[in-house]
């Protein structure tokens, strides 16, 4: 239902329009006490790159910062990954993860990028506080803030927004009557904008996520995700459609798709009760880290990788290359 008023499919939106009204005033006020100086912000030492969006969730943010922490390592330079942390609940903050993190410690997105990208990444809700942990635990050259476009209490040095290259900003109008965060006219301030999926506009870096080989939870074992047979496709993502559609692409036979919400804590049962013996559960990579710990033999899970047209991806790679060789 919310996706369908979002979308400006429903009339219900004008419901919640003083919410929305009242949302963006307060979003309004916050801005303007940082750029009035009411409220400090901290400067990092190093540069810090902020990955965010305008919209609320399952736009491809996460992989995004893994495709930069990657590419800036293969360039030699030390980087470190700062987030909120939505969904874990640690019992101090901030949190420098370690191989024995949890995500009900750390959350999931956190979890994902450390196994995926081996960068030190620390969680806090003050973001500054996470970076002044990495930094007084290692020497690093540049800090990625996955989301935070609208925590003005850190600053920053260069800002990436990842759009939904579909979905674009539905309604237009501000939670809970739409999907925003901020208005389309703050785009007018970032260094970059990237559109995942659809059409990328003018200004905009297309981007697409490709698919790897399905991993096994338990084995490690790799396979194309079409030789998997009678599968039980789940997703506790921001958008789960957009990870059923990569699997209709991929010609997986599909018997059944399960939607989970975003940050979803997972049971073994609960899981378990979805496949029996000859079916096979087929998982995103962001929900596997959360069930490696009671995964079953049939339980796998899909990587995707996001994947940027080349000329643009060097150009946005200097940009950034440019703040750390002043």
């Not at 009678?230 to 921001?238: C, E, F, L, N, Q």
Request: charged share 20%; net charge positive.
């Amino acid at each position: 239902m919310i996706e369908r008023i979002w979308s400006g499919g429903s009339l219900l939106y004008l419901a919640l329009l003083p919410l929305s009204w009242l949302y963006g005033l307060f979003s309004w006020l916050i801005r303007l006490s940082y750029r009035c100086g009411l409220r400090k912000s901290w400067r990092s030492p190093v540069p810090v790159v902020v990955v965010g969006n305008l919209t609320a969730g399952g736009n491809g943010k996460t992989p995004m910062v893994i495709w930069l922490v990657e590419h800036l390592q293969q360039r030699g330079y030390r980087v470190g990954v700062v987030s909120r942390g939505y969904g874990g609940k640690s019992a101090v903050y901030p949190l420098v993860l370690g191989q024995n993190t949890s995500t009900r410690v750390a959350g999931d997105e956190p979890v994902l990028i450390y196994q995926r990208t081996g960068a030190p990444v620390a969680i806090a809700p003050k973001r500054a506080e996470a970076v002044q942990a990495l930094l007084q635990q290692q020497p690093l050259d540049v800090i990625i803030t996955d989301d935070g476009l609208q925590h003005y209490a850190l600053q920053r040095d260069f800002e990436l927004v990842v759009i939904d290259g579909v979905r674009r900003f539905g309604n237009g109008w501000w939670l809970p009557a739409g999907p925003m965060r901020e208005r389309a006219a703050r785009l007018g301030s970032v260094d970059a904008r990237v559109a995942n999926g659809g059409v990328a506009q003018a200004g905009e870096i297309a981007m697409r996520l490709q698919a790897r080989d399905a991993v096994n939870l338990l084995s490690g074992e790799r396979r194309p995700a079409a030789e998997l047979s009678r599968v039980v496709a789940m997703a506790g993502i921001g958008h789960p459609p957009r990870f059923f559609a990569t699997l209709e692409k991929l010609n997986v036979e599909v018997v059944q798709e399960v939607a989970f919400a975003d940050h979803q804590e997972y049971q073994q049962e609960q899981l378990a009760a979805l496949v029996n013996a000859d079916k096979t559960l087929l998982m995103t990579e962001k929900d596997a880290v959360k069930c490696r710990a009671f995964a079953q033999p049939n339980w796998w899970y899909l990587p995707v990788d996001a994947v940027l047209p080349s000329a643009q991806a060097e150009q946005l790679l200097q940009d950034i290359e440019s703040l750390l060789t002043k």
